[in-house]
Nanobody, 126 residues
């Protein structure tokens, strides 16, 4: 079976940092675009960042730009989301998703992605 597994979530204070990991099993991510999404209670799922196949291009939503960084480590078959300067409004369940693509670009639209992880909870609170 093909799976994505997120890890690294938890409880942090405002201004703190977390690094989320998205690891694949059953397939390799080299030629997949990877997106990070989040969903808070009562809100729609938000595409916050994505990275193209082999990391040629990236995207960040305005809500996280300058604070979050997405990266790939193809040797580890993983994608990371470094989250700095966290705010209470960043509290959400975070999901990674993958879509095989021949394009050197990525999409923040959830409909573009085939494979999804189970999500990891991030809570920012003092």
């Amino acid at each position: 079976q093909l799976q994505l597994v997120e890890s690294g979530g938890g409880l942090v204070q405002p201004g703190g940092s977390l690094r989320l990991s998205c690891e694949a099993s059953g397939f390799t991510l080299d030629y997949y675009a990877i997106g990070w999404f989040r969903q808070a209670p009562g809100k729609e799922r938000e595409g916050i960042s994505c990275i193209s196949r082999i990391g040629v291009s990236t995207y960040y939503a305005d809500s996280v730009k300058g604070r979050f960084t997405i990266s790939r480590n193809n040797a580890k078959n993983a994608v990371y989301l470094q989250m700095n300067s966290l705010k209470p409004e960043d509290t959400a369940v975070y999901y990674c998703a993958a879509e095989r693509s021949a394009l050197y670009q990525c999409s923040a639209n959830a409909n573009a992605y085939t494979y999804w992880g189970q999500g990891t909870q991030v809570t920012v609170s003092s």
